[in-house]
């Protein structure tokens, strides 16, 4: 009666999803020689957690309003996989900006990344693909390739304050296509997109009938003169599925607070995508209530002041890199206009000894103690990104020994130039 | 350039993942009937929540841990996404019953069902099977459908304490089967296996080369006189993926702090298994770090007295629960040795007026005010699952209500022998 299975070895293999579920920054990263100079501190300009160096703190509001959640019943028991009424309701006065919310518009998930994993998700199949920026963050990929989501990269144009091309996003629209993801404010570029911007890519989605994904996790950190707007707030037809948390404006990116806010003024999802992600956030059944329970009053309480010193710091420090590495010879910054990324062409031509960016990011480890990371690990060569979040002292120190290091590898006669000047 | 898509009309379609992610418990119970008699308060014995009635907390020290947590800088920042070191090193020193267990063997996950779906996800490909036990809680089916992973089940044997129909259960290996769900103490039955039950088992996969996965959720949950045995401390060559975490017996299902614990002690699943949970573990970068930075204190520091409580509490419940419904005419309750439900015949020729156990549960909430989930939700028709976690008052009400149900609905004949025994 018992059927024995023709294998008689143990043979257990990882499925399709495991194995093509990769991170590339951490392949990339893993694959370099990051040996720092033992005689120079190691300073690291590559972690996106701005908690890293504790210069950063949330605030004062949110710790305490989970102190006074753990002593609530509520706080403990099972929440609607959605997330708790309550919860939800404060998120979407929270997002009031994003245009019209109801709570039952909202989500709640396991930080940003589950957002943006429900959402893929819950739109896309097998062979089907998303489009994404290039330079992007990697996790569009991370979340898609294993499912056989296929993503397919739109340009940013490095001279146009990393704007959208907006012929290039259009052309790679096909059949198969089921979500743009427009990830504003930009990791890694520091970009903020201007409502003009926004509509003309609005116009694109519009047209070709493709749905939005805004991956908006940078929310609200735009520096002086420049304003944030949601792309939801102003489409008039095209769905959005905004994808947020409390991660990086409230620094708690380990507490895995994020959420999904539904805009379709025109009901195109109707009531099958609500339902889709109804139905995928029974799989792991939402975020902590701890941090669930909570959240009505980190969101309410939190003062404006707190986010206002917060982005005061990052834009200083913004405007601190850029400052000292204009004039590195060999390397070009881009402003960035929010987030707390910049990212800096490094012209390749004028460091022939290195192949590529890795192996100038290498040697610059190597020699300074100073780590970027490589484009490569955001699809985009001849690049270098760092991170604004560190403290200022650290920043100006790496600033300064990425300049030695871009004069004493750039090619003899910028060389030549530098030392005549000097 | 561009090119404009077929379809001119917004069309936007869930995911076959998303469409076939469903709750067969919540599905069958949408369709239910459920009004309460108006006059009686409703009892809800269907939650599998032993937080809801607040009869049941967690332990101080487990909220003195997260307090502390709070103030520590390392609960803020991202946690490597397999968990904070510490944490596992937790994980593995509180698995030790479960054989040896490093904290390499240790994956942090937000709650139980995450841990489960992860293990599935990483070892099955759609087109695959897995085994699961009918009864048997639905999860199992939620989390693999979606991906085209198929169910099969075998059979437990309600008179044999739940136990494995073992031919059955190696019937159901096929050349797809790439893992044997075992749910030990089990939600519905309340069933524990004795070790020699789970030697059994272990020589079925090992014969047939097919991993275990272990939802032990319920680990410790057993009554006195008899054993808890993980089946991983007992397992020679078959490689076992024990599911667990601080949901039940720490009450605090809401917090969503699960682990996986990987058992090889051949050698069987290679580095491929592991990098596989690994990978999966990066899509949303782990549970909460507030909660792991407190898990070693807490997994250290509470007290015994504490489970020894819940436990004793949740036996003599079960004890009530038996007694009195043993003598509810058509019923034929099976007594529970562990885990906190219980599951109840009910012998539907003896109620001819109901054609099935989901008509019978409608009833008894429309007369009596009470709700337990029909067997259908677990596979299992003719059968009801209560849960014995509720107050004791309200159970032995609930019981009392469910005995004059029976009474008044049963057929003739055994009405009038009731009559004459009364
Ligand atoms: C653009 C972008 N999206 C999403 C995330 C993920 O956020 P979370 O930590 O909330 O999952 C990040 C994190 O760095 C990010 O930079
Ligand atoms: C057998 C079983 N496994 C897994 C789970 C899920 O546990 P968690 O809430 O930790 O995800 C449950 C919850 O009821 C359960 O009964």
Redesign the pocket.
């Known amino acids: 009666m018992s059927r024995i299975r023709s294998s008689q070895e143990w043979e257990v293999r990882a499925s399709t999803l495991a194995r093509k579920t990769t991170n590339p920054i951490r392949q990339i990263v893993e694959h370099l020689q990051v040996e720092p100079n033992p005689e120079k501190e190691l300073i690291a300009l590559s972690i ?1 957690d701005p908690t890293t160096f504790g210069n950063l703190n949330p605030p004062d509001q949110l710790l305490q309003a989970v102190r006074e959640s753990i002593e609530l019943h509520k706080s403990r028991g099972y929440a609607p996989s959605k997330g708790h009424y309550e919860a939800r309701v404060a998120v979407a006065k929270y997002s009031a900006h994003q245009g019209e919310v109801s709570p039952e518009d909202v989500i709640l998930t396991s ?4 957002a ?1 994993e429900m959402v893929i998700t819950a739109i896309a199949d097998c062979g089907q693909n998303i489009l994404i920026p290039r330079p992007g ?1 990697s ?1 569009y990929q991370t979340l898609s390739e294993g499912f056989g989501i296929k993503t397919k990269y739109y340009n940013l144009l490095p001279n146009e304050h990393w704007k959208i091309d907006l012929d290039d996003l259009e052309s790679q629209i096909d059949d198969d296509t089921v979500a743009i993801v427009i ?1 504003n404010p930009s ?1 890694p570029c520091g970009s903020v997109y201007d409502k003009e911007h926004l509509y003309e890519i609005l116009e694109i989605a519009s047209r070709n009938k493709v749905p939005i994904i805004a ?1 908006e ?2 929310e609200h950190f735009v520096f002086a003169g420049r304003q944030f707007t949601p792309i939801s707030s102003i489409s008039k037809d095209v769905p959005v599925l905004t ?1 947020s ?1 409390l ?2 404006r409230f620094l708690v ?1 380990g507490w ?1 607070m ?1 959420w999904v806010v539904i805009h379709d003024r025109n009901d195109v999802l109707g009531k099958e995508i609500r339902l889709a992600l109804s139905n995928l956030s029974m799989r792991i059944l939402g975020p902590s209530a701890l941090i669930q329970t909570a959240l009505p009053a980190i969101l309410e309480c939190t003062p404006q002041s707190f986010f206002d010193e917060v982005l005061l710091f990052i834009e200083t420090q913004a405007k601190l890199a850029y400052k000292e590495l204009r004039v590195a010879p060999g390397l070009r910054p881009i402003e960035p206009q929010g987030a707390m990324y910049m990212m800096i062409e490094i012209k390749m031509a004028l460091f022939p000894e290195f192949k590529d960016e890795c192996q100038f990011v290498e040697s610059l480890v190597a020699e300074q103690s100073v780590f970027c990371l490589p484009g490569q690990c955001f699809e985009y060569p001849n690049y270098m990104r760092i991170v604004l979040t560190v403290p200022e002292d650290k920043l100006r120190e790496a600033c300064q020994r990425i300049t030695i290091f871009c004069k004493e590898h750039v090619i003899g006669e910028k060389r030549k130039e530098i030392e005549t000047n000097d």
Chains 1, 2 share one sequence.
């Open positions: 996106g930080g940003c990344s589950h943006i963050f996790i990830n990791n991956d996790i940078y994808c948390g991660t990086k990116p895995r994020g």
